[in-house]
């Protein structure tokens, strides 16, 4: 391919840190990480630091995911972070350390996992400020505001079109099962929150939502992107053929021992059967990345 190989959703530590409980594994290393896109042919990653206390077993600060990307100049890609409750008030300016994150080279904000609704203030601010410095964000979308992690939204994604509407030049890369079952019409709330299964009927909101505002983007990353476009082949690759400029391909490994990367293999195949385009390709396996972050 023309178009250099990125994944955009990585998570990784400068070394092996506090093991989770009953699993004695946690997020894998930046060098775990660059064996394994070694492997799988990835040129770079967008590392992803995890800095709200719902998601991981510990929280990650910037710097040590800066850290560990340093540790191999060249492979990955830095986004900052911030939780929207930082500094307690409902007017705290994040523009400041945005600014200070993205002269140290961040090129986004991820991902979103505080358990806040989108209308929240605090949630509304921190958008505010991407849009003000310039910062792509990646959100994980949940469906509930207990025991789950990421902004919370009604069903059909009702509080992502507001925030679409309300800041058209913030770009909003979506991630999840809740982002990820809109693609058919009217998902139950079981299937907003697990993997839905089945052809894929026409009317989803997701597809809507990506016609009408061009400041969307599809993060296919983990089994909910996997799932959205696997469950129906036939409508999965005329779904990445049609919004072939607006998805990225992710894998969102997390753990030393995820590395079957099947979004690699069924779009490998998907093109190698000429069930999507060249161009489509690699616009999806780096190409958009590379426009949107403004990479080099």
């Known amino acids: 391919m ?16 506090f093991l989770r409980p009953g699993r004695g594994d946690t997020f ?11 492997r799988a042919g990835i040129g770079r990653a967008v590392v992803l630091p995890i800095v709200s206390p719902e998601s991981p077993h510990v929280v990650q600060t910037v710097e040590e995911a800066f850290e560990a990307c340093d540790q191999f100049p060249g492979r990955f890609i830095k986004f900052c972070n911030v939780d929207p409750r930082q500094g307690g008030s409902l007017r705290k300016d994040f523009v400041p350390i945005l600014e200070y994150y993205k002269s140290l080279g961040a090129k986004g904000l ?23 410095v310039d910062l792509p964000v990646i959100f994980h979308m949940a469906t509930r505001d207990y025991n789950t992690y990421g902004l919370i939204s009604e069903p059909g994604l009702v509080n992502l079109e507001e925030a ?8 909003f890369l979506g991630h999840s099962q809740g982002f990820w079952a809109e ?3 009217k998902p139950t709330l079981t299937e907003r929150e697990s993997y839905p299964s089945g052809p894929v009927k026409p009317g989803g909101r997701l ?20 799932n959205a476009v696997r469950r129906d082949p036939d409508w999965g690759y005329a779904f990445l053929e049609e919004f072939q400029d607006r998805l990225l391909m992710g894998l969102d ?12 293999t069924f779009l490998r195949e998907g093109r190698a059967k000429g069930r999507i385009s060249a161009e489509a390709f690699d616009k999806i396996m780096g190409g958009n990345a590379v426009r949107l972050l403004g990479l080099e």
């Open 183 to 185: 693609v058919g019409p």
């Open 164 to 171: 679409l509407q309300t800041w058209p030049r913030l770009q």
């Open 110 to 132: 991820g991902e979103i996992t505080a358990n806040l609704w989108w209308h929240d203030p605090r949630v509304r601010n921190l958008f505010r400020a991407c849009e003000a």
């Open 253 to 264: 490994v997390c753990w030393p021992w995820n590395d079957k990367c099947e979004l690699l």
């Open 28 to 38: 894998i290393t930046a060098a775990e990480m660059v064996a394994l896109m070694d």
């Open 207 to 226: 597809p809507e939502l990506l016609r009408r505002y061009p400041n969307l983007w599809g993060d296919l990353s983990a089994g909910s992107g996997l």
């Open 2 to 17: 023309s178009a250099p190989l990125i994944d955009v959703h990585e998570h990784i530590l400068p070394r092996r840190g």
